[in-house]
């Protein structure tokens, strides 16, 4: 009898854990605590299966009070909250092509891609369906495959700067008339005139590799993820301030792009949203996380675009070698 009562008891006190743990989860992703950093690295749909199934266990085996509502509860919060939804849900839209743009709306499209090449990929296969107009790289493979990528597909109308030391570049369907470089960080800021006369602020960003120690057990996790993601957060910030200082912002559109290296609820991407669009988040279709290209459950791989440029299209791609999924957007002039 004893063994029967303990029973009753467990599916109450699962319920109860999984509705804590919906609590806690709406308020640590509302609020980015920095103490709490090595939680919320976690997409919020790692929390929420694990709610899920403690109210499904308790659902199917007891048909306990109140176990269906924790159920639609954690799967409406997972709908609304997760960064994946929104995209997933705009599946029915057309997808993008491996082809030249087309046109929306009668106005001319401004292609972008961002694309890590970590594992020596080729940057010139990996585009050149696509016609790009703007091109970031990271981990770029040696300089004279960027110029061979630049006169392929520009065919003498394009330009581009790259940094052999940080591994990085831009290329661009036009003229860069002016680069600054930051001493510090893996960040590349470039001044271009378009093929069409249009002049852009374009920044290259490829920020501090996140901290992957996961054993929440030990007190030296959480406080390498506190240093790393404030280290991340100057280092984005100090990049913003060099491109309102250096680049002409907000006066000529702005295009920020390349390897985050946070996920998307992490709150650097607070820190850009005040300013400018995920254009994935905004129109993007499909899975859009980009790491690991093989299982990709993050979305580290961003293009956002400043007040004067709207997103139409945006997807991602995979790509040989790379272990980052490719992140190509689509948008027009304001």
Known sequence: MRIRGLLRRIPPVLLLLSLSLHFFTIVLYVRLPLKLAAVTIYPVWVWGATGLALASFCYIFSK???????????????????????????LASEPMKEAAPE?????????VITLNCAGFSDPLEATRNFDPDIIFLQEIPPGYRIKRLTDTLFKGKGDYRYNRKLRFAIIVRGTIEREFRFSKYRTQLVKAEMFDGRKLNLMNLHLLSAATNMKLHQFDCWREHIKNHTLRRIELS???????????????????????????????????RKEFTDSFDAVGTGWGNTFHRVLPLLRIDYIYGSAKLIPVRSQTFTRHKTDHRMVVSDFIYR
């Not at 046109?103 to 292609?111: F, K, P, V, Y």
């Open 238 to 272: 100090s990049s913003l301030a060099g491109l309102r200082q250096y680049g002409s912002h907000p006066r000529f559109p702005t295009i920020v792009a390349g390897d985050f290296n946070a996920p998307a609820n992490d709150s650097v991407h607070r820190i850009m």
């Open 103 to 111: 046109e929306h709306a009668g106005s001319q499209i401004l292609r």
């Open 64 to 90: 306990a009070r109140g176990s269906l509502t924790i159920i639609l509860l954690w799967t409406f919060t997972i709908l609304i909250v997760s960064d994946e939804a929104g995209p997933l849900a705009r």
